[in-house]
């Protein structure tokens, strides 16, 4: 069985200190990847996806970046954080080749003081 | 662009209630329809989804939606409400097939379940 694993499950953090979240998914070849963002009570937005290694498209900027380093490990990075970085990161996959259905991590809790 | 739309942001129902979560989406032509849920602090999880034939389709915890393309309307029901279905819920709308990159979420319905 296929699973996703998400760290850390909280953060708080500075502003203007660096961050890294991270997501790795067991079980799944060369699986598509995807970060989302969802601000307190609202809804997902979709960051980056990925559809191999070394390969990662942006959907929104938000002074953010994200990486795919291995087939199963997706990393979301900045060097200097912001206030409105705050809220909830999700990391998700989907099956390659043929699926709109995403399976989602527990998601990182994010308070950027 | 393909949106999606939740009318209701919240939703308060007695538990063995049944309910109905409404979700309209703008698109003319063929779409990938589905719905998740999210408990509090939690990733969202897979309810149902629809692309064609029966408009009615089942999905897990009893749960079941309906499409109907002269509404553009993708309704999630349940008959009996159990405290545990207390959550968000996000109807999600997509253009295209095979890749979920294009997939639009709604602004969540949250749902409180009541003793």
């Known amino acids: 069985a296929q699973t996703i694993h998400q760290w850390p499950v909280a953060e708080i953090k500075a502003v203007g200190s660096p961050l890294s979240l991270g997501c790795t998914i067991k079980?799944?070849?060369?699986?598509?990847l995807y970060w989302y963002w969802q601000a307190t009570g609202g809804t997902l937005q979709q960051l980056f996806y990925?559809?191999?290694?070394?390969?990662v498209e942006s959907v929104v900027q938000l002074n953010l970046s994200a990486s795919r380093p291995k087939d199963d490990q997706f990393i979301l990075s900045t060097e200097k954080l912001l206030l409105s970085h705050s809220g909830f990161y999700l990391c998700a996959w989907s099956p390659t080749g043929g699926s709109e259905r995403l399976f989602f991590g527990h998601g990182t809790k994010l308070s950027v003081l | 662009t393909q949106t999606v739309s939740q009318s209701d942001a919240h939703v308060t129902v007695f538990e063995g209630d049944s309910v109905e979560l409404r979700c309209n989406y703008s698109?003319?032509?063929?779409?990938?329809l589905s719905w998740y849920i999210q408990h509090h602090g939690r990733g969202l999880q897979f309810l149902l989804k629809?692309?064609?034939?029966?408009?009615v389709v089942q999905g897990v915890n009893g749960f079941e939606a309906e499409f109907s393309k002269s509404d553009s309307s993708f309704h999630l029901r349940k008959a009996s409400v159990h405290w545990s279905d207390s959550a968000v819920y996000f109807c999600?709308?997509?253009?295209?097939?095979?890749?979920?990159?294009?997939?639009?979420f709604g602004s969540g319905t949250k749902v409180i379940v009541l003793p």
């Open positions: 990925s559809i191999t290694v070394g390969q």
């Open positions: 629809y692309y064609s034939g029966n408009p």
């Open positions: 999600a709308v997509s253009l295209q097939t095979g890749f979920a990159s294009a997939l639009t």
């Open positions: 698109y003319g032509g063929s779409i990938y």
């Open positions: 079980g799944k070849s060369s699986p598509n």
